[in-house]
T-cell receptor, first 114, second 117 residues
Framework: AAGVIQSPRHLIKEKRETATLKCYPI?????VYWYQQGPGQDPQFLISFYEKMQSDKGSIPDRFSAQQFSDYHSELNMSSLELGDSALYFC?????????????FGPGTRLLVL | AQSVTQLDSQVPVFEEAPVELRCNYSSSVSVYLFWYVQYPNQGLQLLLKYLSGSTLVKGINGFEAEFNKSQTSFHLRKPSVHISDTAEYFC???????????????FGKGTLLTVNP
């Protein structure tokens, strides 16, 4: 079965650089969630989108922005990167009809900021 | 808002022994509950979920969990573990809201299950 695709899987950036993470949801899933998991931490909700509109916002820094496109894929843009942004970033998707409460996670993008 | 407490950060067990990973939640509204497993350097895989109905839910890989509303708990159990079950296990909660488009998850801190030979 098709799963959530995230790219890139690994990313190394310098402080103050920018990064763009991409998420391709499971086909016919129209809701996307982004989570950040710091080293040894639990995943923290960042932001979510439904039908290309932001549906909720969590502890996402102002330096980060995200959007969902017409094909439902989503991108998380991170600017002025800091050392503390080093983490595993997960994208999850869910279908709004029938099972929208269940999220399916991608493999994550591991971001290292040097 | 919801919160989740996983009472044990680490649980070491021997192969073929039973295991229980504890999870308690707090919420002022009805909730949906989930257990996810994270193998080393991998993503989160859904083990099982409780939405409504029978309080005993069965998931993949022989795991099951029981929802106890009075105790606000959702403990995960397996009668006989294997070496391959070694992983981090996360309990998660979201509000039970029919027809909604936002079910952001709140996770517990995770329990590292280590199965020894």
């Amino acid at each position: 079965a098709a799963g959530v695709i995230q790219s890139p899987r690994h990313l190394i950036k310098e402080k103050r650089e920018t990064a763009t993470l991409k998420c391709y949801p499971i086909p016919r899933h129209d809701t996307v969630y982004w989570y950040q998991q710091g080293p040894g931490q639990d995943p923290q909700f960042l932001i979510s989108f439904y039908e290309k509109m932001q549906s909720d916002k969590g502890s996402i820094p102002d330096r980060f922005s995200a959007q969902q496109f017409s094909d439902y894929h989503s991108e998380l843009n991170m600017s002025s990167l800091e050392l503390g942004d080093s983490a595993l970033y997960f994208c999850a998707s869910s279908p709004i009809l029938g099972g929208g409460e269940t999220q399916y996670f991608g493999p994550g993008t591991r971001l290292l900021v040097l | 808002a919801q919160s989740v407490t996983q009472l044990d950060s680490q649980v070491p067990v021997f192969e073929e022994a039973p295991v229980e990973l504890r999870c308690n939640y707090s919420s002022s509204v009805s909730v949906y509950l989930f257990w996810y497993v994270q193998y080393p350097n991998q993503g989160l895989q859904l083990l099982l979920k409780y939405l409504s109905g029978s309080t005993l839910v069965k998931g993949i890989n022989g795991f099951e969990a029981e929802f106890n509303k009075s105790q606000t708990s959702f403990h995960l159990r397996k009668p006989s573990v294997h070496i391959s079950d070694t992983a981090e296990y996360f309990c998660a909660v979201t509000h039970a809201y029919s027809g909604g488009s936002n079910y952001k998850l709140t996770f517990g801190k995770g329990t590292l299950l280590t199965v020894n030979p």
